[in-house]
Nanobody
């Protein structure tokens, strides 16, 4: 059974930084591309970033390009999202998931506010 546990969210001021983590289990993590998606308050899910199974290629939504960095450690079965220069519009619950799959974890709340 696929299981993921997201962590690292919190309250941060505009311009601040956070690093999210996603611990995965129940599948061969190193064989799968992985994504971060987010759900802003009152809105639907939106794609943030994807990384290939080997970390060799990444892609980002235009809204986060240049500010967020996705990475992974296949030895630790863990996905990361480094978020810099955070903006209030980045406020959302962040989830990790295999591309095309619905989020399975509880997500981690990121709130950007002064």
């Amino acid at each position: 059974e696929v299981q993921v546990v997201e962590s690292g969210g919190g309250l941060v001021q505009p311009g601040g930084s956070l690093r999210l983590s996603c611990a995965a289990s129940g599948f061969t993590f190193s064989r799968y591309d992985m994504s971060w998606v987010r759900q802003p308050p009152g809105k639907g899910l939106e794609w943030v970033s994807t990384i290939t199974y080997d970390g060799g290629s990444t892609s980002y939504a235009d809204s986060v390009k240049g500010r967020f960095t996705i990475s992974r450690d296949n030895a630790k079965n863990t996905l990361y999202l480094r978020m810099n220069s955070l903006k209030p519009e980045d406020t959302a619950v962040y989830y990790c998931a295999q591309p095309g799959d619905s989020p399975r974890g509880q997500g981690t709340q990121v709130t950007v506010s002064s």
